[in-house]
């Protein structure tokens, strides 16, 4: 069809065989990880460690472990910064015992395994995958079977291209049959906090310290 396909970026699931594959294949395409599945990591690493009644009853405990899933939102060369504030943090916190566990397993994990690079969203417009898995919501509604043959995977295909491009002429002329959600309208209000907290980073009218306290305030529950 000549259709030469070069994103500039992706956005996917922390699967490492699908970011090997992508970076092989499109050298010149960043892979981003998804904001979302990154906190839901943490959020379960969290449960796996015993910590549940320490994140939900502890505020500073809280704030500290929401702390860590916000550094995806500092420019990466901050992140390494960001982090010792933390670790430090925790070091004078009187759940140091603790908190040390999830510190162990963050560095290990997110430091180590899958670098800063990978998961920092700072540059990144859409800094979740959960679009592209609304999509496959709906197209897995349209299949209505688990086993569809080829043909009428095809056929929904075709369905939803007829939707999307009826969505985008509508958006396109300056309205849309869609009516905003409320979770469209709040997440679209968090992002110019995050713009306007960066700014303020990059300006200097705010600590490093005090912006990943204030993101750990926009870390919302996976």
Same mark, same amino acid.
């Given at each position: 069809?000549?259709?030469?396909?070069?994103?500039?970026?992706?956005?996917?699931?922390?699967?490492?065989?699908?970011?090997?594959?992508?970076?092989?294949?499109?050298?010149?395409?960043?892979?981003?990880?998804?904001?979302?599945?990154?906190?839901?990591?943490?959020?379960?690493?969290?449960?796996?460690?015993?910590?549940?009644?320490?994140?939900?009853?502890?505020?500073?405990?809280?704030?500290?472990?929401?702390?860590?899933?916000?550094?995806?939102?500092?420019?990466?060369?901050?992140?390494?910064?960001?982090?010792?504030?933390?670790?430090?943090?925790?070091?004078?916190?009187?759940?140091?015992?603790?908190?040390?566990?999830? /510190?162990?397993?963050?560095?290990?994990?997110?430091?180590?395994?899958?670098?800063?690079?990978?998961?920092?969203?700072?540059?990144?417009?859409?800094?979740?995958?959960?679009?592209?898995?609304?999509?496959?919501?709906?197209?897995?509604?349209?299949?209505?079977?688990?086993?569809?043959?080829?043909?009428?995977?095809?056929?929904?295909?075709?369905?939803?291209?007829?939707?999307?491009?009826?969505?985008?002429?509508?958006?396109?002329? =300056?309205?849309?049959?869609?009516?905003?959600?409320?979770?469209?309208?709040?997440?679209?209000?968090?992002?110019?906090?995050?713009?306007?907290?960066?700014?303020?980073?990059?300006?200097? =009218?705010?600590?490093?310290?005090?912006?990943?306290?204030?993101?750990?305030?926009? /870390?919302?529950?996976?």
């Amino acid at each position: 069809m000549g259709f030469d396909l070069k994103p500039l970026s992706i956005i996917c699931d922390f699967e490492q065989s699908f970011m090997n594959a992508v970076t092989n294949e499109l050298p010149q395409t960043i892979v981003i990880g998804c904001w979302f599945h990154f906190c839901q990591s943490c959020y379960r690493n969290i449960q796996t460690l015993g910590m549940m009644n320490l994140y939900e009853d502890d505020a500073e405990s809280r704030e500290l472990l929401r702390g860590f899933m916000g550094l995806a939102l500092l420019p990466i060369d901050r992140i390494y910064e960001g982090h010792e504030i933390l670790k430090q943090r925790v070091t004078t916190s009187s759940q140091a015992k603790q908190l040390n566990a999830f /510190v162990s397993y963050f560095e290990h994990e997110w430091i180590h395994v899958f670098k800063p690079s990978t998961w920092s969203v700072n540059k990144s417009t859409w800094r979740t995958n959960n679009h592209a898995e609304a999509q496959n919501k709906r197209i897995l509604t349209r299949v209505a079977q688990p086993h569809p043959h080829l043909w009428r995977f095809i056929q929904c295909l075709k369905q939803e291209e007829s939707v999307i491009s009826h969505r985008m002429v509508q958006t396109e002329l =300056g309205f849309s049959s869609i009516r905003e959600k409320k979770s469209t309208r709040k997440a679209a209000r968090k992002s110019k906090q995050i713009q306007k907290l960066l700014q303020l980073l990059e300006s200097k =009218g705010r600590s490093l310290d005090d912006t990943i306290k204030s993101f750990a305030h926009l /870390v919302g529950e996976p």
